[in-house]
Structure formats: C-alpha cells, structure tokens
C-alpha cells in the first residue's frame, strides 16, 4: 500500500463532486425543515456496545472497531439510528413526544468496496420517535419520496414489507429469537432455502414452513392484493394477521395522498439490522441494484438502552448512492456554480489597493477571485478566460488617479472605465 493513496474502500471528492454531494445534503436539510426535524450532530466514535447492540451480524462483523488509547471499545458509527436511541433514552429522555431528528454525516462499514458500495458513506437519516401510530410511518415514506424527487430522481420505487409478519410466525413456533435473527438475515440476502432450513432444524412445525415458502415468493406491486393473499396466507397466526393489517394501514395513507407513489409489496423482504418490529422498506431505481434508503420501525431499542419504552420509525437515505443514481439517469443538476469577478492588478506596488477594492466587493457578496499569481494582466486575462470569468477587473494606476478602474467584459471583449464609488452598482446591475 502506498502512503500517497487514499486507503482502499476511501475516496476523494473532487470539487464537482463536492458540490453534488452539498446539492443532496441541502435538499435532505429543506426535506428536514418542511417535514419539522430538526438537526442533531452525534460523535463519529461511539462504545462498539452501543452500535453493536442490535445492529446483525453482517454490520456487526464490518464494524470498524479499535480500542482507544484509554483501553475503550470504541468503532466508527455504521449508522445513525443507535446514537440517536441512545439520546432518547438519555439526555433528551423528558422531550415531549413526538420527537422528530435528523442528522447528516459520514458512516462507516468495511464493505467489500463496489459499485455504489464504499467503506466511508453519507446519509441523511431521520427519526420520528414516540409514536406507533400508521401516520408516523406513512411519514416517512413520504418525507422519503419527497426528498429523492426533490434531487430529481425518477422512476424510484418503494420495497415494502414487515418484519412482524415473519418474525410473529416463527415466535408462534417458539423459535428464539437469536434463531430469528440468522433467519432473518438469510432471508435480507435472499437465501430463502437456507432461512427455511434453520427455521426446520430448530422445530419450526410443517405448516409454518409452508406458510414461510408462500410468503416469500409472494410481492408485486398491486399493493391491495398482495395483503389481501398475505393477510389469507398468514390468518392462522392471530400477531401476522395484526402485522399485515398495520402494514396495509401504512400503505393506504401513503396511496391516498396525490403524491403517486410507486410500492411493491414483498412478504419476504427482511433487513439486515436486528431491530425492526415493523414495516421495512427500501428504495430502488431501475438503474442500480442497490438500496438508494432502507429505513423501518424499531420500536424496542430505545428501551434496550435505558430508556422509557419508545415506539420509533426512520430512515436513513445513503447519500452516495443517491449520486450514482442521478448521474445514471444524466439528471441535470442546477449548481448555480456563481463565476464572479476576477481582480488583477496592473503591478505589484498596486495590489494593497486591488486587495481593498476585492474586499470592498466581497462585504457586498460579489464573489471576487484575486491575481494571486504577479502575473501580467494580459497572461491573467487568458486564465480569466479560460476558467469562464464573466467579468475582469483591472486596477492600474492611471485610472486609480481618478477613482476608477478598468471593467472588461470577456464575453464581448470590451472594456469601460468605472468609478470605484459606482463598482458595486454596476456589477449588480450585470447581475454578479
Ligand atoms: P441501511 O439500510 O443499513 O439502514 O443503510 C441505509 C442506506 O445507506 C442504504 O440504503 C444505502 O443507500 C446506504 N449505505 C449503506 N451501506 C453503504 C455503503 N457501504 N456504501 C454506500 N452506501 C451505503 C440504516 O443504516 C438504518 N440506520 C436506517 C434506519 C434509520 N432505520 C431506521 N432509522
């Protein structure tokens, strides 16, 4: 490994990439804002306890974790949902519920790097704690669906399924729930036959495993009728029969809006984190086969950590991928990148005065970029031209005498002499 490399599954962003990645962060903050969430920044390090707790297998075995140098377990955040729990049950443990947050950063898994797959990743990630009610779910998966259109992502689907359905059916056969969990994540992997086999080995009755085969090859995206076959497939089992009704609850909110969301249901859709009681859900584009957001309800974890028994429900959108996905579909993304004005002055003895007049603009919000190079005015034209400058200011000495400089328009080559007094108005009026 080269020392002048980024370590393998870590990346740069370059500026134009930066900047797509603020256009996403900035539509996830106005989604934030018009929905009531508000901002919380939680610690990069956390106890490897606290992320660990119910995390699954597959993320607790990708953990970046290290014992610090006061002999802590400590690792890296692989999501936001934990330390948000562990505020809830904590410090704002007295909030009034509901209580909605989100929260934006960097995570980290040690993912076999791919495709839409990185060791470091961005989310945008909200919690909407205290209620069990449909509307808190069918919340997010409408702040979901408003944010991806708000991007500019078409043709993005919702998978959407419960946990309960399945997990309530292998409770009912006594299964413990540490045996729930391998199958469980057999199943998020689509490993059907070896989820059923340990459900087999472990007691689970003939009946149920028949059941657990219908059901996961059972989705479409005729919502109604895929619960109405889960809500017959299941009516044996009284809790999956409860599970599928909450679920279509859920559905009908979100399919009664004017918003066309676009829903399959999957009966056998499981996720690989552990603690989901509820709906589950991911969202897709036809251009990639990997989850653009997965979110669910977790109703247990908050109390798991020391807290009042809170029912919760959130999301988390991975901002990378959501990226990949826009420049697969060739959106065009409107940066309004501002080219201001650059500032050269004629000569050296000239560039206090030059520096005061970039300031003097820049106080009035004119983006300004300064000669910084000592570089002729005709070699720091050709680099203004060159990097698109709209506009060129040049501070020489004659014109300085009468409280003015030289205004060059690159586009129509031509130049004016301007009043210092007069700058600002006049730029604004070109509307820099
Ligand atoms: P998750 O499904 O593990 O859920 O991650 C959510 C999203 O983060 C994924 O759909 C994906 O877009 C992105 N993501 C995950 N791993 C990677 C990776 N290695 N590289 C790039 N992107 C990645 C959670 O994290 C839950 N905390 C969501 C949640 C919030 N559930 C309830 N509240």
């Known amino acids: 490994m080269s020392a002048f ?100 950063g960097s995570l980290y898994r040690y993912d076999e790097p791919q495709r839409g797959r990185f060791r470091e990743f961005w989310q945008s990630n909200f919690e909407l704690m205290g209620s069990d009610k449909p509307e808190a779910d069918a919340e997010i998966l409408l702040l979901t669906n408003h944010f991806m259109k708000s991007v500019g992502l078409k043709n993005f689907t919702f998978k959407v399924g419960h946990v309960g359905v399945l997990r309530s059916i292998l409770s009912h056969e006594g299964l413990a729930e540490e045996v729930q969990n391998q199958a469980m994540q057999r199943m998020d992997k689509k490993l059907y036959e070896e989820a059923l086999k340990i459900a087999e080995e472990n007691g689970a009755s003939d009946k149920c495993l028949k059941t657990l085969q219908k059901l996961v090859n059972l989705k479409g995206d005729d919502a109604a009728k895929i619960l109405e076959e889960m809500a017959e497939i299941v009516k044996d089992y009284r809790e999956a029969v409860e599970a599928v009704k909450n679920l279509r609850e859920i559905i009908n909110l979100v399919v009664e809006t004017d918003e066309k969301v676009k829903i399959t249901v999957d009966a056998g859709f499981a996720r690989g984190l552990e603690y ?41 959108h991975g901002i990378d991928r959501i990226m990949l996905a826009l420049q697969e579909q060739r959106a065009k993304i409107d940066l309004k990148r501002e080219m201001g004005v650059v500032v050269v002055p004629v000569s050296e003895n000239l560039a206090a005065e030059a520096l005061r007049i970039a300031e003097m603009l820049r106080a009035e919000k004119i983006p300004v970029e300064f000669e910084v190079m000592g570089r002729k005015v005709s070699k720091a034209l050709e680099d203004a031209d060159r990097r698109e400058a709209g506009y060129v200011i040049i501070v020489g000495e004659k014109e300085l005498k009468e409280n003015a400089v030289v205004l060059r328009d690159m586009q129509k080559k031509e130049q004016t002499t301007v009043k210092i007094g007069n700058l600002v108005e006049v730029l604004r009026h070109l509307r820099i």
């Open 276 to 316: 989901y009681t509820g709906m589950i859900f991911e969202v897709y584009v036809p251009e990639l086969d990997i989850a653009l957001a997965g979110g669910g309800r977790y109703n247990k974890l908050v109390e798991l950590f020391g807290g009042e028994p809170t029912p919760a429900v959130g999301v988390a």
């Open 5 to 104: 490399k980024t370590v393998r599954g870590m990346r740069d962003f370059l500026p134009e990439e930066a900047e797509i990645m603020r256009f996403i962060e900035r539509k996830a903050r106005e989604t934030a804002s018009l929905y009531g969430y508000r901002e919380i920044i939680t610690p990069v390090v956390e106890s490897y306890e606290l992320v660990a707790a119910k995390a699954g297998e597959e993320v607790r075995a990708r953990m970046y974790a290290f014992e610090d140098l006061g002999g802590r377990k400590v690792a890296l955040r692989p999501e936001f949902t934990a330390s948000v729990a562990r505020l809830v049950a904590t410090t704002l443990r007295n909030e009034p519920k509901p209580l909605r947050l989100f929260c934006v």
